[in-house]
């Protein structure tokens, strides 16, 4: 279903923006289509701030990929945290030391879990036996259950900061293991709790888990549907045994239909159980996380043998490399010349300083990529003082700033329209930062962004990105299309520079859903600074006639003045958010970016 905007809500749209004067009807020389764009351009919709399995959640590429395919998304960047790709200042080792082991200052603290009904479930931090190779500690693990059900007690690691959590590619554990009383009903377990994948090869969508049981039995095999794969290695008692559990291989050995390099280390477990009142021993020590394939862009390059993989299993979704460049306040940095930051031997701390931020912002420039302030209340907790930010720095020097993300809404729109007062050029984005992948449209983080460009080329969605040809939507709610184009020749995200007292505007909106409405937001812009860091604003639903979907008006413009839209469902909930169009008298002091002036570059 379409919709256009009517002469009635033109004419309740020139009172609603307090100009006074009445619209009259388009002159035909400068009638446009907001929409048609220009030949060949297209609407792309693009998933912008996504995390796999490189990341601390249960998400994998290939949930995220299903997902893009099953909602008709085109393009997904790929945007984990840059420290954890590179498992930069990630814990190396555990000494079993005792239930809390710090390293370089940084916690690793042992969490007992137990499953079944055990009738001994115990964990004891011992001075003997240790490992031979490890002089300290050791943790001792026994276990008894009298039920033919298995009886466990485990303990899970939590590091600081998720400091192990990444993708388990090219990575190996060693674990010194001593076998006490093990058997067929006593095995020592080692569990990597991993990703979350979709229905593949006949088993249900769902979370895999890989799982070393250390006694007597050996093989691969899997359990629970498919989505449990195990691995058996049987180690001669009462003699210290060095296992090196490749875990990569491990995957791809018992789920041969999966790109195992895109799991994670969600969880690491170690533990002992019992079952038929056999009892269980065993002693672990020395635990070593042995990573390769992690130094400066090699995680790059890992992840990119993935997309190729991937481009080849889901054809319809276009994926490009990204990083959430995470030890400064959250950037999103897409395409160019794409590498990661070099932190040397610093600690992955963040370090929040407005310098640190736009020194990162240079340094995605000096390699032709494009920069996002990412949830930008993190460091700015409320909308004046979003505003004052962006007002002061020009956000940051920043392309893209995520209206739409993790944080209050309203105060987000409040410092960007802030910004947009003083003329602060920066492109609006809608996004989910998902971690997960398995629902996109049920999770409560769900906005897409779409672009009107040229093609899924990274160039052409770098200009449509640039120039502000960018609205975001909620999925859940709406699918359909934004655009303005004013005077004829300067559309969405443009700059009108203009002496004419007034000048034509065409706004399209597509497909709304029933008791759907749009409401023209119309703002100043009069540099008010930090001085006065807040929206002036004016909101007025607009009248629309379903059968079509452009409307034209005629706008008075004796001031300067910025326009955007929204789009909101029956219960008031913006569900779309377009970017503005600026109509200014006079240039800038700042000037105006070169793509978003004149319709950018385009003729209508």
Request: proline share 5%; no cysteine; net charge negative.
């Amino acid at each position: 279903m379409t919709s256009a905007i009517s002469r009635r809500g033109a004419l309740k749209l020139g009172a609603a923006i307090g100009i006074g004067t009445a619209v009259g009807p388009v002159p035909a020389a400068v009638r446009g289509t907001a929409a048609a764009a220009r030949p060949g351009s297209r609407a792309v919709s693009m998933a912008m701030h996504i995390h796999s399995a490189f990341s601390e959640g249960t998400a994998s590429m290939a949930a995220h990929l299903q997902q893009a395919t099953e909602h008709g998304v085109d393009v997904i960047w790929w945007t984990d945290h840059d420290f954890r790709m590179q498992a930069h200042g990630y814990r190396q080792a555990v000494r079993f030391e005792g239930l809390s082991e710090p390293e370089a200052g940084r916690s690793w603290t042992w969490n007992k879990i137990l499953e079944g009904k055990p009738d001994l479930a115990v964990g004891t931090f011992v001075s003997e036996p240790h490992s031979p190779d490890e002089p300290g500690k050791a943790l001792r693990l026994q276990a008894q259950a009298e039920t033919s059900a298995w009886g466990a007690v485990l303990y899970e690691g939590v590091a600081w900061n998720s400091t192990y959590t990444t993708s388990l590619a090219a990575t190996v554990l060693e674990l010194d293991v001593l076998a006490e009383e093990l058997g067929p009903d006593a095995e020592l377990l080692v569990r990597v709790l991993s990703s979350y994948r979709p229905a593949s090869a006949g088993r249900r969508a769902g979370r895999y888990t890989l799982e070393y049981r250390i006694g007597q039995g050996t093989g691969r095999w899997t359990e629970n549907d498919g989505l449990l794969g195990v691995v058996g290695l049987a180690v001669p008692p009462g003699t210290w045994q060095r296992l090196r559990l490749d875990l990569e291989s491990d995957v791809a050995a018992l789920w041969p239909d999966i790109v195992a390099a895109d799991s994670g280390i969600h969880r690491l477990r170690v533990g002992i159980r019992s079952r038929n009142g056999a009892p269980a021993s065993g002693v672990v020590d020395r635990l070593r996380f042995l990573r390769s394939r992690r130094d400066g862009d090699e995680s790059v390059a890992l992840q990119d043998e993935m997309m190729r993989e991937y481009a080849r299993r889901y054809p319809a979704v276009r994926q490009f490399h990204g990083t959430e460049i995470s030890l400064v306040r959250h950037l999103n940095a897409f395409g160019g010349n794409f590498t990661l930051p070099d932190y040397g031997d610093t600690p992955p701390t963040k370090i929040t300083t407005v310098e640190a931020a736009v020194a990162m912002v240079d340094f995605v420039h000096a390699n032709n990529g494009l920069v996002a302030f990412n949830h930008p209340l993190e460091d700015a907790p409320s909308g004046p003082q979003l505003a004052r930010l962006l007002i002061e720095t020009n956000a940051l020097g920043a392309d893209l700033i995520e209206v739409g993300s993790k944080e209050d809404f309203g105060e987000s729109v409040f410092g960007y329209d802030a910004a947009a007062r003083n003329a602060v050029f920066v492109t609006a984005t809608g996004v989910s930062d998902d971690h997960s992948g398995s629902d996109w449209v049920g999770q409560k983080q769900r906005w897409i962004t779409s672009v009107w460009a040229d093609s899924t080329e990274e160039a052409d969605l770098f200009a449509a990105l640039r120039a502000g040809r960018a609205w975001f939507w909620d999925p859940q709610h709406w699918r359909g299309h934004l655009d303005i184009l004013v005077n004829g020749v300067v559309p969405m995200g443009g700059v009108l520079v203009t002496p004419a007292a007034q000048v034509p505007v065409a706004i399209s909106v597509t497909e709304l859903p029933d008791g759907a409405t749009v409401h023209l937001v119309t703002g100043e812009v009069d540099y008010a600074g930090v001085a006065d860091p807040a929206p002036a604003t004016t909101s007025q639903q607009i009248d629309v006639d379903r059968p079509q979907g452009q409307g034209q008006m005629v706008l008075p413009t004796r001031t300067s003045r910025y326009l955007r839209l929204e789009v909101r469902n029956a219960d008031g909930a913006v569900i779309g958010f377009s970017n503005p169009v600026w109509i200014l008298k006079e240039q800038p002091r700042h000037g105006i970016p070169a793509e978003r002036r004149g319709g950018f570059g385009w003729a209508w």
